[in-house]
């Protein structure tokens, strides 16, 4: 199976480009090109082998979930004309992450089990295990970095640095609740229970805009609703859908991003478990039969998709 590593085009009119930890963005005035690759990050770190197919299920989960949520705020979709590619506003960023957490897990349940009990300038209650869910969820949000790691931030820090004004900054909290209701929901449909999401905010001509992907493996947790009570009950780990999994086998293999330690032999068998984990989560989400993309000339065929749809 091919993967798709990495692009390089110069498209007529490009006006700029990013390569960020999985996209490729090209940039054309007022609107931008977004390519969801193959490359696959964990703790901040690009692993050296794409997982084939990856790009496609995030794009098209995220084009899924953005058309779902479009009534709540607006997003930077204008089309998907590809199956890894997706045309958009060019928005500025916050440079904030908006991190909502329904349930004590990942992160937060790292930190907590460390002995803190404030997560963002958030009090977490005392006699909680991990996955439990929390008394109502709360918003952890982290700065944005262009390279390295995302920091853990407070609200009052954001405010006070000014990442964010008072007003934005509380209408961005607002829109966070409200997305993580609807995910909740359409997770709930499918049988699932959405733990923990992240939303990116972007703001173009005094107008705020939902960016990036949204509800995505890359950027939430799901768990399986059916058993999660007994497994919760009974101590034993939930049953997720994630790229958590992902995380796990690195930490068990020695391996969390830190200085010195290197990433373990992804052999092929660990390639295709994560490609076949990544599509069973499209399925699940979406309740759709995921479709192979065309894997011959797949770069020939994003090049052509963004010249038809983004130039005049």
């Not at 609740?177 to 049988?191: C, D, H, I, S, V």
């Not at 992907?213 to 497994?231: L, M, V």
Request: proline share 4%; with cysteine; charged share 25%.
């Amino acid at each position: 199976m091919e993967a798709i590593k990495e692009t390089n085009f110069s498209f007529t009119g490009q006006t700029g480009f990013y390569r960020g930890k999985v996209r490729d963005v090209y940039f054309f005035n007022d609107k931008l090109a977004v390519i969801a690759t193959d490359r696959i990050s964990a703790f901040d770190v690009v692993l050296p082998r794409a997982i084939p197919y990856k790009g496609q299920v995030l794009n098209q989960i995220a084009s899924h979930s953005l058309k779902a949520t479009a009534d709540i705020v607006p997003n930077w979709v204008l089309s998907t004309p590809d199956p890894n590619v997706t045309i958009g506003h060019r928005c500025e960023p916050f440079k904030v992450e908006m991190v909502i957490r329904g349930y004590l897990a990942g992160h937060a349940w790292r930190e907590y089990k460390a002995g803190r009990r404030q997560v963002c300038g958030v009090q977490l209650p005392e006699g909680l295990r991990e996955n439990d869910k929390l008394p109502e969820p709360i918003i952890t949000p982290t700065t944005k970095a262009d390279q390295g790691h995302d920091e853990d931030i407070s609200r009052e820090e954001i405010l006070r640095s000014g990442l964010v004004s008072e007003e934005d900054y509380l209408n961005l909290e607002l829109y966070t609740r409200a997305l993580f209701a609807r995910g909740t929901e359409l997770a709930a449909k499918q049988g699932l229970i959405l733990v923990d999401t992240k939303y990116e905010f972007g703001k173009k001509n005094g107008q705020v805009y939902l960016i990036d992907e949204i509800h995505t493996p890359d950027s939430s947790r799901y768990f399986y609703s059916k058993g999660y009570a007994e497994r919760q009950l009974k101590g034993e780990t939930q049953k997720q859908l994630s790229k958590e999994f992902v995380r796990q086998w690195l930490i068990e293999n020695g391996f969390q991003g830190k200085e010195g330690q290197s990433v373990p032999d992804m052999t092929d068998e660990v390639i295709n478990n994560i490609s076949e984990r990544y599509i069973e989560l499209f399925e699940v989400v979406t309740g759709h039969q995921f479709e192979k993309r065309t894997q011959e000339s797949a770069i020939k065929r994003i090049e052509s998709s963004v010249i038809q749809n983004i130039l005049p």
